[in-house]
């Protein structure tokens, strides 16, 4: 097998990728098919690519990546600034991007996803005070235990915590900007207790911790359903009615 395959295989299964992309894709389950166009912005190497029924699915992100797959499409580009017109795709979906973007622009990504979105946008983000303190808890356990701290982990603390109440304000206040009408829905995703238990096998080996991980991706489906006071990340669904 070869290496790309087998970065394949563990992003498709492994908790710290699965939970967030199984759970959006449930939410999308009956929005997407496979002809559905669908942005896929801040997607990084694979995305919702294989979570999702799309066969049409484009992928932008400011880091560039050598995957190759039919039916996705890569575009080197920024969530803050998307090239593309108005309405472009049915579905504009950005899955753990907004916590990484300075406060002051988060409001411009979510309004580029308004725009070329025609019927639904899907942004999903970890957000809460609980979310936040087990983030930065793990962030001074790995300095304790003089490991280095993971550059996802610096740029979730390097801003406040999106907040699911704010950006549903942000979505609907852009959609009555640009004289459409959207209903929102929040869902939730992701066991805190459950990423709290793989933390602690990081914190202890990279081979447990790798065990653990395949072991809580495989699980998953038979775990219960994640409810707002458990949940690390937050999943808005934001659908236009006709016009």
Not at 96 to 122: C, F, G, S, T, W
């Amino acid at each position: 097998m070869s290496a790309g395959s087998i970065r394949k295989l563990l992003y498709n299964w492994a908790w710290d990728t699965r939970c967030r992309n199984v759970d959006v894709a449930c939410v999308l389950r009956s929005i997407v098919n496979s002809e559905t166009s669908l942005l896929d912005a801040g997607c990084g190497e694979y995305g919702l690519f294989g979570f999702v029924p799309s066969k049409n699915i484009t992928g932008v992100d400011v880091l560039p990546t050598d995957v190759r797959i039919n039916g996705f499409r890569f575009v080197h580009g920024s969530i803050v600034l998307l090239p593309f017109a108005e309405r472009t795709f049915s579905v504009a979906a950005s899955v753990d991007v907004l916590e990484h973007l300075p406060e002051n622009i988060r409001a411009d990504a979510i309004k580029q996803l308004v725009m070329i979105a025609d019927k639904v946008i899907l942004i999903a983000f970890p957000c809460g005070r609980a979310s936040q303190e087990m983030d930065e808890n793990f962030s001074k356990e790995l300095t304790y235990a003089d490991q280095p701290i993971p550059d996802w982990l610096v740029e979730h603390l390097e801003n406040p915590y999106p907040d699911a109440d704010a950006v549903v304000g942000e979505i609907e206040s852009e959609a009555q900007r640009i004289g459409r009408k959207i209903k929102t829905s929040v869902f939730y995703s992701e066991d805190r207790s459950v990423a709290q238990f793989l933390r602690r096998l990081a914190l202890k080996s990279k081979y447990l911790y790798m065990a653990g991980n395949l072991a809580a991706g495989f699980l998953l489906p038979v775990l219960p359903k994640v409810k707002k006071e458990n949940a690390y990340r937050s999943i808005i669904l934001a659908e236009f009615e006709n016009d």
